[in-house]
């Protein structure tokens, strides 16, 4: 069973970090891109940041210079450094991978459930 495994979420007040983490566990070939996204109340899922197997990175405009995304392969886990968080970064945060779990199917995407971010004014 390949699971996707959030933590680090919380309450903080605006201006304040929070550092998300992801697990990736379970019978895993490969991992390719990985990345984070968030979904507001009534609005839709949007990517935050990605990263390639390579290191390669990619932000939203509205966290860039702000959030860092980084991973470590060897523990198949990606990560979400927040700095100066806003009051619009509130929402629940999801990690996303790119995974191949067996030889003979293609790689496609898994989600984990999520981790809740608030950020008071």
């Known amino acids: 069973q390949v699971q996707l495994v959030e933590s680090g979420g919380g309450l903080v007040q605006a201006g304040g970090f929070l550092r998300l983490s992801c697990a990736a566990s379970g019978s895993i070939i490969s991992i390719n891109d990985m990345g984070w996204y968030r979904q507001a109340p009534g609005k839709q899922r949007e990517l935050v940041a990605a990263i390639t197997s390579g290191g390669s990175t990619n932000y939203a405009d509205s966290v860039r210079g702000r959030f860092t995304i980084s991973r470590d392969n060897a523990r198949r886990m990606v990560y979400l450094q927040m700095n100066s968080l806003k009051p619009e970064d509130t929402a629940v945060y999801y990690c996303?991978?790119?995974?191949?779990?067996?030889?003979?199917?293609?790689?496609?995407?898994?989600w984990g459930l999520g981790t809740q971010v608030t950020v008071s004014a």
């Open positions: 996303s991978a790119n995974l191949r779990v067996r030889f003979y199917e293609p790689p496609r995407d898994y």
